[in-house]
């Protein structure tokens, strides 16, 4: 049984911090691409970081280069997403998601299996 399970959201202040990390269990993690989205609420689940299972290429939307960083641990099945400069317009939850074969890495349906998703909640 696949499970995803995100960690590390939370209410901050606008400029500041957080690292979510998501870890995995029931998969040959390095074997898949890992990926990041988020949703707000009333607005569609959006892409926010992808980094693949290859050779660990990043990949980010346009509205989160340059603040955040997404990597992964394979010893720890883990994947990390570091947002820092946080904006009001980050909040939302956020979801980890695992992908068996390369694809569109910005399409949640090239995903296999998701998280449950973590609260980002960053007030101004």
């Known amino acids: 049984q696949v499970q995803l399970v995100e960690s590390g959201g939370g209410l901050v202040q606008a400029g500041d911090s957080l690292r979510l990390s998501c870890a995995a269990s029931g998969l040959t993690f390095s074997r898949y691409t890992m990926g990041w989205f988020r949703q707000a609420p009333g607005k569609e689940r959006e892409f926010v970081a992808a980094?693949?299972?290859?050779?660990?290429?990043?990949y980010y939307a346009d509205s989160v280069k340059g603040r955040f960083t997404i990597s992964r641990d394979n010893a720890k099945n883990t994947v990390y997403l570091q947002m820092n400069s946080l904006k009001s317009e980050d909040t939302a939850v956020y979801y980890c998601a695992a992908a068996r074969v390369s694809g569109t890495y910005y399409r949640s349906a090239s995903y296999d299996y998701w998280g449950q998703g973590t609260q980002v909640t960053v007030s101004s």
């Open positions: 980094i693949s299972r290859s050779d660990g290429s990043t």
